[in-house]
Every structure is written in C-alpha cells, then in structure tokens.
C-alpha cells in the first residue's frame, strides 16, 4: 500500500468516525464505542505499517493554494510517528474506559464524535508538513477541547472552564498563527522541511524576537506555562477521560510537541534560554507545590501535570541536545503514567462517587486492584527507580547539573530541580497514602467496589508500559525514542544511554535526596496539609489566577462597550457620512501628496449634441435630488430620465448591449419603485420646518456632496485621458471568434471567458428575489397606506352616482384599449425576446437582455389587466424559472467535466440546420439559456410578489386566504400570534 | 467628450451623495440609483470613448485596435443588473421597515431634527 495513502487514511479515519458518531442516536453507546474502537485501531494500524518508513520521513503532498505556496502536506517522521502514537495509543484506551466510565444517561455518541474530532486535530498537529496547516488543525484542537470540556454543559463549571480554555489557547493559536507567518517570512517559504532547514537563517534575522515571542505565547498557552496556566485546573470540569486524554498526552502536550518540533531552529539563542527556561521553572515550581495541597483527586493531577510540563519546558529550555532527548523522553513517560492516573481517579470517583481526599480513606480493601496499580503509576510520576518515570527525571537531575556550569543558574538550577522533584515525591505519596490506606472511609456516597474488568484494562495496559520501559528501556522504548531525537536533531545527536543503572553519580545523589525528603516532608506536614481549608497553597491562593482572568475579562467588555458607546452609533446618517468623506479624503490627501492628476489635453471635440444630452441627464439628476422627499413621483421619472441619458450614452460610445440592458432594467426598476410608492407615507410641503440647525447641515451636506461630485468628475477625466494602458481586452478580442465562435465579444465573455463570474451573479440575483419573497411574506403595511387607493375611490363614487353603472365597472373598463393592445403584443414580446436570446453570440442580445425583456412581457399582462386577471390566465412559477434557471446553468457548467475538460468549458461547432443555414451552436448558449430562464423568474418574482401587497387582505379578517392566488406568490397568512396582538383585549 | 462625460458623472455623485445623507429612506434609495449611474458610467468610461467603433466582431478585420474595448462593457454589464437587484432589495427592505416602525425614517424612529 503506498505510503501517502496510509498517511491520508490516518487522518480521514477519525474525520469519517466523528461524522459517522455525529449520525448515530442520541444514546447509542455501544454502537459509538464500536465505531470509535474500530477507527482507533484501524489507526493505530496505519501507524504500524508507517513504523519502518517513517524513520526516514514520509510525505503526502495535495496542492490546495500552489500559487502562493500553501498546499495541504502531511508528513510523518520519527518525532510526529512517536506523538502520532501517544495519540492514537491513549486514545483508544480512553475510547475504551469512557465507555464504562460515561452513563447511559450521557448522549455518548456525541462524546466519541467530539473525541474522534479532536484525535483527527491532533494528528493533524503533529502530521502538517506547512506552518499554516499546523496553525489551522491548532486552532481545531482548541475548538474540540472547548466543545470536550464543555460536554456536561448542564454545569456552569464546566461551562466556565471550557470558556478558560478556549478564549486562553485560542488568543494563543492567533498569536501563533502571526508568528508563524513571521517565520514563513524569514524562511521563504511556509514548507516545515524548508523552514527546519534555515535554522541559521532565521536566528540571524531581524524578525527572529518577535516571531519568537508569539510562538511561544501560542505554545505557552496551549501547554498551559505561567503565567497562562490557569486554565488548566479549570478545565478538570471535563469528564475525566477527557482529562485523561487532553492533559496527558493531546492538547498539552501539542505546545510542548511545537517547541521540540521547532527547537533546531528557534533554539540556541539566549532569548530562548531565558524565556523558556524560566517560564518552564516557574511552572515546575508553582504547579507542584501548588499539587500539595489540593484536596480533589483531579486538582492534584492537574497541578502535577503543570510542573511535569513546566519540566519537559525546561529542558527544552536549556538549549543543550541531551535535554532535548531526555524532554522528548519525559513527554512518553507523562502520557502514560499520567494518563492512567486520571484514569484511576475517575474509576474512585465512579465507584465511591466523591473525589474529595479528605473523604477518602482505605480505599485498597475495597479496590486492590486499582490501588496496585495507581500505586505503581503514582510511583513513576514521584521518580521511583524501575519505572519510566525515574529514567527520564534522572536524566532532568543530571542535565541540570551540566548546566549549572553556566553562570545564570549557578547551583540554584539542580537545587531548584531537586525541590520540585520532592513535592512531586509528596504530592504522590499523598495522593496514594490518603486515598487508599487508613481506616475504611466514613462519608463516603456510594460503597466502594472494583469497577467493570474492562474499565481497569486500560490503567494496565499503561502501567505495564511504564514498568517495561523502565526495567527493560533498551528493548521497548529506545528504537522509537532513537528515530524521534535523530528526527529532531539530525547530526548533533548526542550519546545518551537508556540503561537503569549508571553508577553512583551526582544525579543519583539528587534523586535519592528528592525521594527521602519528599518521604520525610509528608509524614511531617501531611495532617497539615489535610486539614488546610482551602485546598489551595498557603501564599499562593491569593493570586486566584481566575479572578485576574475574570476581571480581565470583564474589563475587555467594558472597553468594548465604552468603545461602542463612544464610536457607534445606530443611525444611519452618520455612518453614511463617514463612509463617504473617509475615501475622499484620504483620495484627496494621495492626490496633493503625488503632485496632483495628470491632466491630459488629449481628449476628443465636444458633440454640442452630447453636451445637451448631458445638460438634460444632469437637470434630471438634481432634479431628482432636489424632488425626492417631497415629490417622490416626479423624482422617479426625474431618475428614470437620467437612466434614459446614460442609456443614450452607452448607444453613442458603441456599446449596444448595454444601452438594451440598461433600458430594460431602467423599466423594470421604474415599475418596481412605482409598486413600492403606495406603501410609503404622505409627506406635506406645507408641515416643513426649517431650523437653524438643520439649514447648517443641509450646507454641509451639500458641500460635501459638491466636493465629491467634483472630485469623481476629476478623477474620471484624469482615468480617461490617460495614455492607453496595456488591457487584456485584445486577448478576449481575439479569440472570441476562434475559441469561443461568438462574434458579440460582450456576450461571449459574459457567458464563456468569465462565466464562472456570471454563474456567481445569476445566483445572488436569484437569492436576492428569493429574499424580497420572503421578506415579503411578512410583509405589514402601515395602517394608513391599507384604505383605497384615492384613484379607485373615485372611480367607485362615480359608479354610486351613476344608477345605470355598478361598483367597480369603471375600475374593470379602466384602460380597456391598452390592455387590449397588450394582450396582443404579450407572443409578439415573448417572440422578440426569444429573438433577442438566439442571436446573443453574435448580435447585442444574449441571456441577460431576453430575460429582461421577457419579465417585462409578463410585467406588462399585470399591469394593464390586474394581477387577479392575469393569474387567473397564466401560471406564473417564477419560484420554480428560479431554480430551473440555475441548475440548467450550473448543468451546462458541470457537463464538461463528463468531457474531462474544467467547470464551464464550452465547445462549439457550426452546424448546418435546413432553412436556417450555417449556425454556431455552443455549449455556452445552454448556459445562456440558465442565465436567460433565472433573469426571468428572478425579475417576475420581485416586482410580482411587490405587486400582490395590492390585493392582499387586509389581516383583520382572520380565515381568509385567497386560495386563486399561486401557492408560489406571497398569500396573506393567518397568523396566530399577529392576530393575538391585534385584537383588543 | 471626455469632459462632458467626467461633469455629468460628478453631477449624478453629487446628486446622489447629497441624497444619501437624507433622512428619508426615499431620498437614499433615489440617491443609490444615481450613485450607480455614476459608477457604471466610470467603469464603462475606464476602457476609452470609442464612437463609431463596431462591437461585433467582422471576420474581415483582425485589428484587435478597431473595435470596442468589450471587457469594460461586461463588467458594467452585471453591474447594472445587480443593481437592479439592489435596488428591489433595498426597495423591499424599506418597505418593510416602513411597515414595521411607521415611520419612512432611515433609523426606524424619528428624530427631532430633520
């Protein structure tokens, strides 16, 4: 099988399992873990095959954006295989422990959708060959540990520790996300194997610090380092295989997989020493003398996990290889030791229903075997001999030591390293003596008992990890952990040797000293320490990192509506004025600061006809301007006269497609905004009132408007007047005929060159109508604009007056001979813009222009005969010319991939038909047909479903529903709650 | 020519704009159409006043530099017909604001000045 394809499958795998998950009943637990188990191991398959491989690196590539370099690439090598394992690894054991530990009660599929989710994320992490997909699959691990923590989102702790989290990793991921870029930047290119290559490079570089500095934040965050360690503890909220999970060996462990990934080219400086050195210190020592005194099982581990990353940060810290290995080292062992101790928390606070230590007591008669085995894994984490967690701490001791030449730590650095190592002593010591010896315990919920077998599996499985590695490194853990340091360090692979005993050496010394005085420290303090109230640090606590995160918080959002308050503003005007003086003065500010427009005088004679075609096209504008508050009609037809100018405009600059286009749509807009007229209140000239104030603002308006006005005419005459600039119209010109067989260039680049533009516009138009639908639907007219039109009253009095006449026959008999006339011209209209759709490839016409001309055929029927009358002779579905338009648009795109040929290719032919002659017939023409049936549905839709506004009844009358009109058009619904408010109670 | 053109487009921005800052949802509407105007005109006048260029193409002639530029005419071409829809949306929008708040103000409430 190749190896790309066992690499896709890796990551698809958990991808297609969370979906599949997702689908699954709402408590369907056995089927999720089924699923979940299945894809876990089909994983950890994958990786097997990869094993042999992957030492010498493996990569997928699928190019996704080539052209600025930015391609999905999965790549495998010995570091990322051995992360790919933990993940992989640990999680099916917590696929596995979750399914007892969750209760059927819990909608557990979408547990195991979530955890299969982020499983994929973090493969994803350590598998990205690109910065940039790194930062992506990051930025998802954060999401899914949000949604993970979350998921008893019943409990307002949970809640507020996954909103810790989230808000924490996911300001950090943005940071990284910049920093990444820098270093994309410095690299040239955002390829990992290109960027690990320019090591030298990038520290020399100017960027170097702050692309640092925001890498750091993003991994700090992640791997919850002081100062943003807070959140960490708060997170406990999760169910604890998510604990189990996330805080061994996934989302902490992504920032600490960063830093080893990137440490053969960020580290070495002594910015690096500093900053992570210290923030790794800081971490050690607050997270494990902060785990002393916690009183929750899953607190203690919590803190404990801090200073074990505050370790591994440490070492990566130092800037030296062997710490390196011995940090790649350490990860391994916390995974396992710790993974299997959040386990067997869980499994206490299943079985007695309290995780509350100082309710716990004795717990071994009931549980022995998960007593032994805590008890072994506990030992690892304290650095007991025999266990992989000694191996690697020794390592730590010793490569503290070797640094303590180095004058900034002195003897502070073994010193400090050899206190943490015996709070981690106590605070183990502590977490097995409390919980499982002593007397039987007294308040506790549930009578204590072993769990299932099956819940158990998973602690064994990890603790026999933990012994093998540690008794026997050389034939278990070495060859793996031999392929992730070369992969790191390549040459400078220092020699380290993996064996238990390396005679009496001063790391031994410190390491005995750590156990004995963390020994000697708990019997001393340990009733002190249990019956500290707050479970929390003496010191310490009064820096309640929440609180200052909370206040931060609060603080953010009171800027933010300061802010608001200040700066917005709901009301329309302002803005608008904003938004038009902001482009013009800067416009204004580029233009006197580049020495002005060139102004050429090379420009064509003035036709005095144009010249007075325009004078009236800018009467009509003002005019309109000047009408349109209190003479609304006449500023329409004032509008509709600058459209016609511009019409004429585009027929005297040779450009007939859009002087038909813009005709028609000059109709179709003018009939639209005449439906709109009736609905918009009466406004009386002689109620005006002047202010002194708002006469100011009108001057400022108008100047205002003045300055723009003429600043667009200046830059449009500087545009005009410039020399030719070389356009890619000659290529369209060109090959329009030969390529495309069209003759009417316009409409050839409309539905061929650039149809993929087109079949995008069609569709906001198409969304746009459908939108005015079902705007429309709700659509409440205010209550004065609901009587008789004025018109319709007077023609109904004159018929009261009138003994020989009936109500309404003047309303029936009104405009009798155009409507006759329009009744007539409805097959001719339909012919001509049929004509007009025909002859588009190579005459002004086409799609766009025919649909125009064929919605007015039908706008015409309604206005002359009424909608009632046309509906009762036509069926109009413009709903469905919609939907047909586009997908025969989209149809006639897609077809030619059957061909092998990209969307929306087009193939013509000429082709001999009897009577007609030689006729070009392309695919385009099929996709001019969408184009042609949307513009028709579309258009009819608008103004027809603004037109039936007219004949809607009025909402107090509550059954009615006009059953002759179209299911498809606006009918008046009878709705219950707007009949609620209305009536009088 | 050219001048011609550049004045009558500084009439209609102005004419618009100043109908922007109305406070009648009418007036904005009017003075949108005209903005529009303006802007089809500008893109359209960005390829150069041709008059009496042929836009369709001839078999005959393949001097690219006799005809019309057509790419300027394409764009404005979908820009009118979106404009169009703009306009009904907007249309249709305020319409329903009116129906909703009583009032053809463009902030759905009246102010005390005008």
Redesign the interface.
């Known amino acids: 099988m190749p190896t790309s394809f066992l690499l896709l499958a890796l990551i698809s795998l958990p991808i297609g399992g969370a979906l599949l998950a997702s689908w699954l009943p709402t408590y369907a637990r056995n089927a999720a873990a089924t699923l979940a188990a299945t894809v876990t191991l089909a994983c950890l398959l994958c990786l097997a095959m990869l094993q042999g491989v992957s030492a010498e690196g493996v990569r997928a590539d699928i190019p996704w954006l080539p052209s600025i370099g930015i391609n999905l690439v999965f790549r495998l090598d010995g570091l990322s295989w051995l992360f790919a394992l933990m993940i992989t690894g640990i999680g099916a054991l917590v696929v596995l422990y979750a399914r007892y530990y969750m209760s059927a009660e819990d909608p557990v599929p979408r547990f195991y959708s979530f955890l299969l989710a982020f499983m994929a994320a973090m493969l994803g992490v350590v598998m990205s060959g690109n910065l940039i997909q790194l930062v992506i699959f990051w930025e998802i691990t954060s999401l899914f540990s949000f949604l993970l923590i979350a998921y008893w989102h019943q409990s307002a702790n949970a809640r507020e520790g996954a909103r810790m989290a989230l808000t924490t990793t996911a300001a950090g991921g943005l940071c990284l996300l910049v920093g990444m870029l820098l270093l994309g930047k410095m690299a040239g290119s955002f390829d990992l194997d290109v960027v690990l290559s320019a090591g030298e490079r990038i520290r020399a570089h100017d960027l170097y610090l702050p692309a640092l500095i925001l890498i750091l934040i993003g991994a700090f965050t992640k791997s919850a380092q002081f100062p943003f360690h807070f959140w960490l503890p708060h997170a406990m909220a999760a169910p604890t295989p998510v604990s189990a999970y996330l805080h061994s060996a996934t989302l902490v462990k992504a920032g600490i997989f960063l830093l080893i990934l990137l440490w053969p080219v960020l580290s070495g400086t002594d910015a690096w020493y500093v900053l992570v050195g210290s923030a790794g210190m800081a971490t050690l020592l607050i997270g494990a003398f902060a785990a002393i005194y916690q009183h929750d099982l899953k607190g203690l581990l919590a803190y404990s996990t801090l200073s074990h990353l505050g370790l591994i940060m440490l070492l990566l810290g130092l800037n030296s290889p062997l710490a390196a290995v011995a940090a790649i080292f350490h990860t391994v062992n916390h995974a396992t030791f710790k993974a299997s101790l959040f386990m067997a928390a869980g499994i206490i606070d299943h079985e007695t229903g309290t995780r509350d230590m100082r309710k716990l007591s004795g717990l071994i008669r009931y549980m022995p075997l998960t007593a032994s085995l805590a008890m072994v894994a506990a030992a690892a984490m304290a650095g007991v001999p025999l266990l992989n967690g000694f191996l690697s701490k020794e390592m730590f001791l010793a490569e503290t030591i070797a640094q303590s030449s180095s004058p900034q730590f002195s003897y502070a650095l073994p010193a400090l390293a050899t206190l943490a190592s015996a709070f981690s002593v106590l605070y183990s010591l502590r977490f097995i003596h409390k919980t499982f010896f002593g007397p039987p315990p007294v308040d506790c919920p549930h009578t204590p008992k072993e769990p299932p077998r099956w819940m158990i599996f998973p602690i064994a499985v990890l603790v026999l990890i933990c012994l093998v590695i540690g008794i026997i490194p050389g034939l278990t853990i070495a060859p793996l952990l031999n392929a992730a340091v070369v992969a790191v360090l390549g040459d400078n692979t220092p020699y380290y040797s993996l064996r238990i005993w390396h005679g009496f050496n001063p790391a031994l010394a410190l390491s005995v000293i750590a156990l004995v005085s963390g020994i000697l420290l708990y019997v001393c303090f340990r009733n002190r320490i249990n019956a500290n109230p707050r479970g929390a640090p003496p010191f310490l606590h009064r820096f309640q990192a929440r609180r200052l995160f909370d206040s931060l918080m609060a603080r953010l959002v009171m800027l933010a509506r300061f802010m608001e308050r200040r700066f917005s503003t709901?009301?329309?005007?302002p803005q608008?004025?904003l938004l038009?003086l902001v482009p013009l003065i800067i416009g204004l500010i580029i233009v006197a600061t580049s020495g002005g427009l060139s102004i050429s005088t090379n420009?064509?004679?003035?036709?005095p006809f144009?010249?007075l075609l325009?004078l009236v096209?800018?009467v009509c504008?003002?005019g309109?301007?000047y009408q349109?508050?209190y003479h609304?009609f006449v500023?329409?037809i004032l509008?509709g006269g600058?459209?016609i100018?511009?019409c004429l405009?585009?027929v005297?600059?040779?450009?007939?497609?859009?002087a038909i286009?813009?005709l028609l749509?000059e109709i179709?807009?003018t009939v639209?905004?005449l439906l709109?007229l009736r609905?918009?209140?009466v406004?009386r000239e002689d109620l005006r009132k002047e202010?002194r104030?708002?006469k100011i603002?009108r001057g400022l308006?108008?100047s205002?408007?003045?300055i723009?006005?003429?600043a667009?005419?200046?830059l449009?005459?500087a545009?005009?007047?410039r020399p030719?600039a070389n356009?890619?119209?000659?290529f369209?010109?060109?090959r329009?005929?030969s390529e495309a067989g069209g003759?009417?260039?316009?409409n050839v680049?409309?539905v061929d060159f650039?149809a993929f533009?087109?079949l995008g516009?069609i569709t906001?138009?198409g969304v746009?109508?459908l939108?005015?639908f079902a705007?429309?639907r709700?659509?409440?007219?205010?209550q004065e604009a609901m009587a008789t039109p004025r018109q319709q009253r007077w023609q109904n009095s004159f018929d009261s007056d009138h003994a020989t006449r009936d109500v309404g026959q003047t309303l029936r008999e009104y405009l009798m001979v155009p409507r006759v006339v329009i009744q007539w011209l409805f097959p001719i209209i339909i012919v001509f813009a049929l004509y007009l759709f025909l002859r588009g490839h190579?005459?002004?016409g086409g799609g766009?222009i025919a649909g125009l001309a064929m919605s007015i055929a039908f706008i015409l029927q309604y206005m002359a005969s009424g909608t009632r009358w046309t509906e009762a002779h036509l069926r109009v579905l413009p709903v469905t010319w919609i939907g047909l338009g586009l997908l025969i648009a989209t149809g006639a795109g897609v077809g030619s991939w059957l061909f092998g040929y990209p969307l929306l290719t087009s193939y013509f032919q000429y082709t001999d038909i009897p009577f007609l002659g030689t006729v070009p017939l392309a695919t385009a023409m099929l996709f001019d047909l969408g184009v042609f049936v949307l513009?028709v549905g579309?258009?009819i839709l608008?103004l027809v479903?603004?037109a039936h506004q007219s004949i809607r009844k009025p909402r107090v009358v509550e059954t009615d529903t006009d059953t002759t009109e179209e299911d498809a058009l606006p009918a008046p619904e009878p709705e219950a709650e707007t009949l609620q408010t209305e009536r009088p109670d | 020519?050219?001048?011609?053109?550049?004045?009558?487009?500084?009439?209609?921005?102005?004419?618009?704009?100043?109908?922007?800052?109305?406070?009648?949802?009418?007036?904005?509407?009017?003075?949108f159409?005209?903005i529009s105007?303006?802007v089809?005109?500008?893109i359209?006048?960005?390829?150069?006043?041709?008059?009496?260029?042929?836009?369709?193409?001839?078999?005959a002639v393949k001097d690219?530099?006799a005809?019309?530029?057509?790419?300027p005419?394409?764009l404005?071409?979908?820009a009118?017909?979106?404009?169009?829809?703009?306009?009904?949306?907007f249309?249709?929008?305020?319409?329903?604001s009116?129906?909703?708040t009583?009032?053809?103000h463009?902030?759905g409430q009246e102010?005390t000045?005008?």
Not at chain 2, 91 to 96: D, E, H, N, T
């Open positions: 709901r009301s329309l005007q608008l004025r038009v420009v064509q004679a003035v036709d144009f010249a325009w096209g800018g504008a003002v309109a301007a349109a508050k609304r500023a329409l509008m600058a459209g100018v511009c405009t585009f005297w600059l040779s450009a007939p497609d859009l286009t813009q749509v179709v807009t639209l905004l709109g609905w918009l209140p406004r202010t104030r708002s603002r308006d108008l205002v408007a003045v723009a006005g003429l667009v005419a200046a449009t005459f545009v005009m007047t030719a356009s890619i119209s000659s369209f010109l060109e329009a005929y003759r009417n260039v316009v680049l409309l650039r533009d087109t516009e906001v138009l746009v109508a939108t005015i705007i429309l709700r659509f409440r007219p205010a190579d005459m002004p766009f513009v579309a258009t608008m479903a603004l | 020519m050219e001048i011609v053109l550049s004045l009558a487009i500084g009439v209609l921005v102005a004419s618009g704009v100043w109908l922007l800052f109305r406070p009648r949802t009418f007036q904005v509407i009017i003075g159409s005209l105007y303006a089809t005109l500008f359209f006048s960005v390829g150069g006043l041709r008059i009496g260029a042929p836009p369709i193409l001839d078999p690219v530099s005809y019309t530029d057509p790419l005419q394409a404005v071409l979908t009118i017909v979106i404009n169009f829809a703009m306009t009904a949306l249309l249709v929008v305020l319409l329903a009116r129906g909703l009583g009032t053809d463009v902030d102010t000045e005008q």
